[in-house]
């Protein structure tokens, strides 16, 4: 069954949401794979949709969300776009998932070793994925303590990038979504950032 009826989500704070995520990737981490009734959610589900959380994270074929947060179908309103960039496209597609259906939290979710940002970090440049590059670049720039290899060779400036970039993705959403910036106002949303760990299936949550 699906783990947050619409009653229940409807009456759930953007801090409950935050511990449902962090209970469900504990365990991810501990157990891995959860075998959920996806044919009887998927009946339940096929007239409409009420996700508690909403997250943009990166297209990588290892952060998938609804697996890394134990989640069924029907949980989360999944954004995801290479370097997690709040294009105008993600921004809109958050927008719609917090007002109109009704979603309690928005997780910009970067993770580490990412490709995207390791080709920031090496100012690549070439075809649309220029595009995503450009949207990680102030990024690399407003990274200023490493001074020495600012580079992807350097793993410790990779990491400060990643997470760089993750807030400042959440500043393009504040600058950019009125309708967002004035639901968090009202505390209907919450917004917050986290960082998925590869190798340990961790998420961190910037608390
Ligand atoms: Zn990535």
Redesign the pocket.
């Known amino acids: 069954m699906n783990m947050h009826p619409e009653i229940d989500r409807d009456q759930m704070t953007p801090q409950q949401a935050i511990e449902i995520l962090q209970q469900g990737n504990e365990r991810f981490v501990k157990y891995g794979k959860h075998q959920y009734d996806m044919l009887a959610v998927r009946d339940e589900l096929k007239d409409k949709q009420h996700p508690f959380a909403s997250i943009l994270s ?3 074929s290892r ?1 998938a969300v609804e697996l890394i947060f134990d989640q069924n179908l029907g949980d989360i309103f999944s954004v995801r776009l ?2 997690n960039v709040a294009s105008t496209l993600a921004i809109g597609s958050l927008e719609f998932s917090s007002q109109y259906l009704g979603s309690k939290l928005v997780v910009v979710m970067g ?1 580490s070793n ?4 390791k080709a920031a970090c090496d100012h690549f440049k070439g075809g649309n994925i220029g595009e995503i590059i450009q949207m990680i670049d102030p990024a690399v720039s407003q990274e200023k303590s490493e001074e020495d290899n600012r580079t992807s060779s350097n793993p410790t400036f990779v990491e400060k990038v990643c997470w760089q970039n993750v807030n400042q993705q959440i500043e393009n959403i504040k600058n950019q979504s009125e309708i967002i910036s004035e639901m968090i106002e009202k505390k209907e949303i919450g917004l917050i950032g986290a960082v998925y760990d590869l190798a340990t299936g961790h998420v961190q949550f910037d608390l």
């Open positions: 990166c297209s990588d952060t290479a370097g993770h990412c490709g995207a940002v």
